[in-house]
Structures are given as structure tokens and as C-alpha cells.
């Protein structure tokens, strides 16, 4: 059974850091591209980060710069480190496993909240 936990998601003020991770097990993400989507109240879910299984990375012009998305294949895990942190980036992040011609995982989300 494929599971994708997210966890790190919190309240904090605006400038602030946070890091999310997203534990994968049932998958070795190591040939698996990941990704991290965010969703707000009211608005399609969006592409925020996305790691590609031989690590090229790119990231959401909104996020340039402030997002770091990494990936340790040793710990099944990836992870977004989230700096210069702004109201508008409260969403609900979801991380999600894909590859080609298969269907994508999808972890159940962490709430992140940036409000003074």
C-alpha cells in the first residue's frame, strides 16, 4: 500500500520559515518525480515545486527564490523549506508521486497558515 505523509505544516507570522515534509512508503521515490501542490479557500489547486527523479527542480514564479524543494532518497522523504513566508502562501500543501503512464499518489495534505 502506497501512502505519502506530509507533516510540518503550522501557523506562523508572515516573513517567517517553515519545512514541510513528505514521508513516502509502499514507493521508492528515487524514480519517481515529486511534487508539492498547494490549495487555497476559493482557487484551483496549484503547482508549487517539483522535483524531478534526477533532482532538476523548478518551482512556481510565486515561490521562486523563497521555496527549496530536496528530496533524500535514503529517507524516502522530500521536503519544501519555505522562507519569506506571505499571507497569500496559507494553503493546504499536498505532496504527490508521479511517473509517466502511471497513476499519481496523493498524501492527504498539511495546513499551512501565514498570518500576523
Known amino acids: 500500500q502506497v501512502q505519502l505523509v506530509e507533516s510540518g505544516g503550522d501557523l506562523v507570522q508572515p516573513g517567517g520559515s517553515l519545512r514541510l515534509s513528505c514521508a513516502a512508503s509502499?514507493?521508492?521515490?528515487?524514480?519517481?518525480?515529486m511534487g508539492w501542490y498547494r490549495q487555497a479557500p476559493g482557487k484551483q489547486r496549484e503547482l508549487v515545486a517539483q522535483i524531478m527523479s534526477g533532482s532538476s527542480t523548478m518551482y512556481a514564479g510565486s515561490v521562486k527564490g523563497r521555496f527549496t524543494m530536496s528530496r533524500d532518497n535514503a529517507k524516502n522523504t522530500v521536503y519544501l523549506q519555505m522562507n519569506s513566508l506571505k499571507p497569500e502562501d496559507t494553503a493546504v500543501y499536498s505532496c504527490?508521486?508521479?511517473?509517466?503512464?502511471?497513476?499519481?499518489?496523493w498524501g492527504q495534505g498539511t495546513q499551512v497558515t501565514v498570518s500576523s
Open positions: 504527490v508521486a508521479s511517473r509517466p503512464l502511471t497513476q499519481p499518489y
Open positions: 509502499g514507493i521508492s521515490i528515487s524514480i519517481y518525480n
